[in-house]
């Protein structure tokens, strides 16, 4: 394969990475609306539901447990904390995506410094809750800063 080859596959994985943070900035927008409105207490007694027949079958049943544990530590503070959460990063990456597909230079920079922050936040995280998931979305994060930058660079040097 030539070389522009692997840069045209390497464009359009960024292209395909910069899209999925942007499905995942507006997944945290309408999650963290919702955020906002649900009741702690429905909430609990929503998962209790949930989790009651799985429960029944296998007490030890990690994911159960898991959101159990979740739902009884779900608080009001928790609640406005997530909701922000969830829009902020939700608004930071579409504005983020919109000025990287849109080849705006000040973006790529400031895009790898809000992935690597997120990044340490969901280490972080993984330190308490041990999700597999903050591992997963680390690793995400990572490959667009690779991309980003390898996107960065050749963008400055030759814009095609």
Known sequence: MTQEGYRKILH?????GVMLKGLDGILEI??????????????GQA????????LSEDPRDIFSHYLTRMAHDFSASSQA????????????????????????????????????LFIAYQLYRYTYSHSIWMILLSILDL???????????HLKRDPF
């Open 47 to 54: 998962v209790a539901w949930l989790t009651a027949h799985e």
């Open 81 to 116: 904390f997530g909701s922000l959460y969830l829009l902020s990063h939700g608004v930071i990456k579409i504005i983020l995506v919109y000025s990287l597909l849109k080849r705006r230079l000040w973006a790529y920079p400031a895009a790898i410094v809000f992935f690597a």
């Open 30 to 43: 309408i999650g963290g609306v919702l955020f906002a409105f649900v009741n702690p207490m429905l909430f």
């Open 143 to 153: 490959a667009v800063i690779g991309l980003t930058w390898w996107e960065y660079r």
């Open 12 to 16: 359009e994985a960024f292209d395909v």
